[in-house]
C-alpha cells in the first residue's frame, strides 16, 4: 500500500504545473483594408494556436499568430480581417517534467473589407 502511494505521489508531482498568462498586445486591425473600403462589423470572435515542446520554451513566431487569427476569422463566415484585437499568451510548464506548452490567444471583432470608391463613400452621406 505505501508502495503505491509513493508512486502515485510522484507520478501527480511530475504531472502538475503552473500556467502564466501575459497580454501581449492591442492592435487595430490583423490585415491591410485598401484605402476606400466599407469596414463592416460582423462579430466578437476568438482564435486560439497551441504548440508544444521539450526542453526549451517555445516562442511565439509569426506562424503561431497567424494560426490563430485564422482560427478566429473562421468562426464568421465571410469575415476578412480583424479590429480592435487583443493578443493574449498563455505559457503552462510541469514541474519536474521539461514538457512546455505555449497557447496563443487572439480575441477581437471580425469584418467583412468591401473595396469601394471615394464617389460611393460620398454619395452615401450627401
Known amino acids: 500500500m505505501k508502495k503505491k502511494l509513493t508512486v502515485f505521489f510522484l507520478l501527480a508531482l511530475g504531472l502538475s504545473g503552473c500556467t502564466q498568462t501575459y497580454f501581449q ?5 490583423s490585415h491591410y483594408d485598401y484605402p476606400n ?15 508544444t515542446t521539450f526542453f526549451l520554451p517555445p516562442m511565439v513566431s509569426g506562424s503561431l ?18 479590429v480592435n484585437t487583443f493578443h493574449f499568451t498563455d505559457m503552462t510548464s510541469l514541474l519536474i517534467l521539461p514538457i512546455y506548452t505555449i497557447t496563443y490567444r487572439v480575441e477581437g471583432t471580425a469584418a467583412k473589407m468591401e ?10 452621406y450627401k
Do not use: E, M, R, Y
Open 25 to 29: 498586445k492591442f492592435d487595430p486591425q
Open 37 to 51: 473600403s466599407n469596414v463592416t462589423p460582423l462579430k466578437h470572435v476568438k482564435g486560439q494556436a497551441t504548440k
Open 65 to 82: 499568430q497567424n494560426d490563430a487569427i485564422f482560427n478566429a476569422l473562421q468562426q464568421a463566415p465571410g469575415a476578412d480581417l480583424l
Open 115 to 124: 473595396v469601394g470608391t471615394t464617389s460611393d463613400t460620398v454619395k452615401k
